[in-house]
């Protein structure tokens, strides 16, 4: 029993039952029947194979019948080619090809008949995520309200330094003293303070090497430090009375050329540091040397003056000879002259130590070097002026543009408060509130903000090193190597004609043919390729060979190279600086190479 249970009471409303009635329960409503499924299609139509189609005919004979075991073997189009029925047949179908790979051979030169050539295929896939709503147009500055700091005030940003802005990279062999000179700079123009000397001289004597204290200036993490090798491309900023510069300390050892490709790529001018001492200056020279190198890079990447700067005269093995000076100036010449340089205006030599400072900004003694004063009075070996530092306010940049269309290449992105871009403005001009487009995803954005130097400015012009706020960008939607355009864009293409110059092959590899891969370098991009066909090589003697099979070192050619993923790029013609590129494979340079034509725009 329930103490707690109500009491029962009957209901007045309720049937009376009789013994006769029986129970009546409700039966359940019957679920609805399921749709009828659709006929099911033909194996043959579902699968898009043409029944009478020869090619799956033979295949299918020789799966014995069994159509899934021959869609796989369709599916691997090189093992087929081990059975000589399919071979026959394959040998009697006619090759359809892109427009622009039929060589019509009339005896015309090939490299004048690439601008007839076409591509009729989809492009690669970017290497971007899908693309990003743009932002609100009435959102520009009134939406950040957590991010709005003193910098995004509009009325704080100004025009900038009208002084001229040059970047200026120091290239060269390892050990040749590069990082010393570009500290030294810094030194002699005030941009380090004495305290600051004392205390690098400390501890390069703790470690046994008391000639690396200007070193430690640009080399600042420990590995660098530890090792006396620069790593990665150090950035500082020092400034004359005509002009600014930033200087970019690029890494002189082998195993890290793609990141001196990355400032060099940034450079207006490169200064080459050689080493005067006995030895060094062969073992930086020869083949295998970095010194060779770095200059076909920089002829490549688009410098406008190359300086060559004969470092340590004061060496024990040197003490200012001129007899060594003028070695090391005919020597280095010709291969200068190889990589493209016009000698009597690109290229400048001056004697110099970076260590004292001798000729960087203040002229060396005459009781020192009796004869350097006579030579650059003369204008010996296109030098005019005593110093290094006189030297390079003398140099005027030319080409450009501030009135062309917007192309930065971007060289890093980082996240604060936003998403940052750095890089360098090549042509037109980056307004904050402007939109751009970043190429090569095709996203629209607004800029909030503009930086040069870490300062915020109103407007910035070719040649400047810029901080740039996109809004409504994330990290993903902007990545090293993409370009930040106005409208239009520049092209985003995975496929391209190009002229090349073969300057060196891999040990196990002598010949480039169809097939070879390489890495594409072209302003800060980086990406895998694959030589597709060969049109035209060209030898040192000037001998042409049409559909040629092969080019060796020394050879020019012209030729169709195919990239991975498509990548911002124009051609040499049109912006040289987006038109240059390197091939590198297996740690070497092996080739050199400008755009000639691009597939015709879909648009």
């Not at 690098?200 to 070193?215: C, G, M, T």
């Not at 493209?340 to 290229?347: A, D, L, M, P, T």
């Not at 990239?563 to 590129?581: H, K, N, Y």
Request: net charge negative; glycine share 8%; hydrophobic share 35%.
């Amino acid at each position: 029993m329930n103490p707690g249970a109500e009491e029962w009471k009957p209901n007045a409303g309720a049937a009376t039952w009789t013994p006769s009635q029986g129970f009546s329960v409700g039966t359940p409503t019957p679920a609805p029947a399921p749709a009828s499924a659709p006929p099911a299609e033909d194996d043959a139509a579902a699968s898009d194979i043409d029944e009478n189609d020869p090619l799956w005919k033979t295949v299918l004979k020789i799966a014995d019948g069994d159509k899934g075991r021959a869609e796989k073997m369709l599916s691997d189009p090189d093992s087929l080619t081990k059975y000589p029925e399919v071979e026959a047949i394959l040998d009697a179908a006619p090759m359809e090809t892109d427009d622009w790979e039929k060589n019509e051979n009339t005896g015309a030169d090939l490299a004048n008949e690439v601008k007839d050539m076409k591509i009729d295929e989809k492009p690669a896939p970017t290497p971007a995520p899908a693309p990003t709503p743009p932002p609100a147009k009435d959102d520009y500055y009134e939406d950040d309200d957590e991010d709005d700091g003193e910098d995004d005030d509009p009325s704080k940003w100004t025009e900038g330094d009208p002084r001229e802005h040059l970047n200026m990279v120091f290239i060269g062999h390892v050990d040749a003293g590069k990082s010393t000179l570009s500290g030294n700079i810094l030194y002699l123009t005030d941009n380090v303070d004495k305290r600051t000397i004392e205390r690098y001289e400390k501890e390069a004597k703790d470690r046994n090497r008391e000639s690396w204290f200007l070193a430690f200036i640009m080399d600042t993490n420990e590995e660098e430090r530890a090792k006396g090798k620069t790593v990665e491309v150090g950035k500082a900023h020092f400034e004359t009375e005509l002009k600014r510069y930033t200087i970019m300390d690029a890494p002189g050892h082998k195993n890290y050329v793609p990141n001196m490709i990355m400032g060099a790529s940034q450079a207006d001018i490169g200064v080459l540091v050689v080493s005067a001492r006995k030895g060094e200056f062969e073992a930086g020279f020869d083949r295998g040397g970095q010194t060779r190198e770095h200059a076909m890079l920089a002829k490549t990447l688009g410098v406008s003056y190359l300086i060559v700067v004969v470092n340590k005269m004061d060496d024990p093995t040197v003490q200012w000879s001129k007899d060594r000076y003028d070695e090391c100036v005919v020597t280095i010449r010709p291969y200068l002259k190889r990589c493209g340089f016009v000698i009597k205006r690109e290229v400048k030599f001056l004697p110099i130590s970076g260590l004292q400072g001798a000729n960087v900004k203040d002229e060396v003694s005459e009781s020192e070097c009796p004869w350097w004063k006579k030579c650059w009075q003369n204008g010996d070996n296109n030098t005019t002026s005593p110093t290094l530092l006189s030297l390079l306010d003398t140099l005027e940049i030319e080409d450009r543009d501030p009135n062309g269309p917007l192309r930065i290449p971007v060289l890093e992105r980082y996240s604060d408060r936003g998403t940052i871009a750095m890089g360098k403005v090549e042509s037109g001009i980056v307004r904050p509130g402007m939109k751009v487009i970043l190429m090569p995803t095709g996203n629209e954005y607004k800029v909030d903000g503009v930086w040069a130097n870490e300062e915020p400015v109103t407007v910035a012009r070719p040649g400047e090193n810029v901080l740039i706020k996109l809004n409504g960008a994330g990290l993903e939607d902007c990545r090293k190597g993409f370009v930040i355009c106005s409208d239009p864009p520049c092209r985003a293409v995975d496929k391209f004609i190009c002229k090349i110059a073969v300057t060196d092959m891999p040990d196990n590899t002598r010949i480039l043919t169809a097939g070879f891969q390489a890495v594409f370098h072209a302003h800060c991009c980086e990406e895998e390729c694959t030589i597709v066909k060969i049109y035209e090589t060209k030898n040192n003697k000037g001998h042409v060979v049409k559909g040629a099979r092969f080019a060796s070192e020394g050879m020019q050619c012209v030729c169709q190279i195919k990239l991975d993923r498509s990548a911002p790029v124009e051609t040499f013609d049109s912006m040289p600086f987006l038109g240059r590129f390197t091939l590198r494979t297996e740690g070497k340079s092996i080739a050199i190479g400008k755009i000639t034509k691009l597939p015709a725009n879909s648009d």
